[in-house]
């Protein structure tokens, strides 16, 4: 079985990871801290040793425990949570960020973005 996994490479995805932190511009924005997905894609090598690379449990362990409290932007926690990731598993990271109903002129769904592509 360890034969069969040596040199194994692909890709792993790890969808809505929820942290919780305070991020927006706007003062009312950081009152309370709150829920704020995060997507990774991570390509390597997924066994090694016959033992996976990357455990999902510790990429969240990792991202909350290291991530600051406070955000302004998308743009700097994704930056955060990308430096986190290549410091601790080797290999390719993509971080999409997704802050929902961001307060616009418009009514905005969500807002997203991505480093790593």
Same mark, same amino acid.
């Given at each position: ?7 194994? *490479? ?9 942290? *919780? ?10 009152? %309370? ?6 997507? !990774?894609?991570?390509?390597? %090598?997924? #066994?090694?040793?016959?033992? @996976? ?7 969240? *362990?990792?991202?909350?425990?290291? !991530?600051?409290?406070?955000? #302004?932007?998308?743009? %700097? !926690? @994704? ?5 986190? #990731? %290549? +410091? ?7 971080? +999409? ?8 002129? #418009? ?11």
């Amino acid at each position: 079985m360890v034969e069969k996994n040596r040199g194994l *490479t692909g890709t792993l995805s790890l969808e809505g990871i929820a942290v *919780t932190l305070r991020l927006g511009v706007f003062p009312f924005e950081r009152v %309370e801290p709150r829920k704020i997905k995060l997507d !990774l894609k991570w390509t390597g %090598e997924i #066994l090694a040793g016959g033992i @996976a690379v990357v455990d999902y449990s510790q990429v969240c *362990t990792a991202l909350q425990d290291r !991530l600051e409290p406070e955000y #302004l932007y998308l743009e %700097e !926690l @994704a930056r955060d949570a990308m430096a986190i #990731l %290549e +410091s601790r598993w080797s290999g390719n990271w993509i971080v +999409s960020v997704h802050k929902d109903h961001p307060p616009t002129d #418009l009514p905005m769904e969500r807002a997203t973005v991505t480093i790593g592509e």
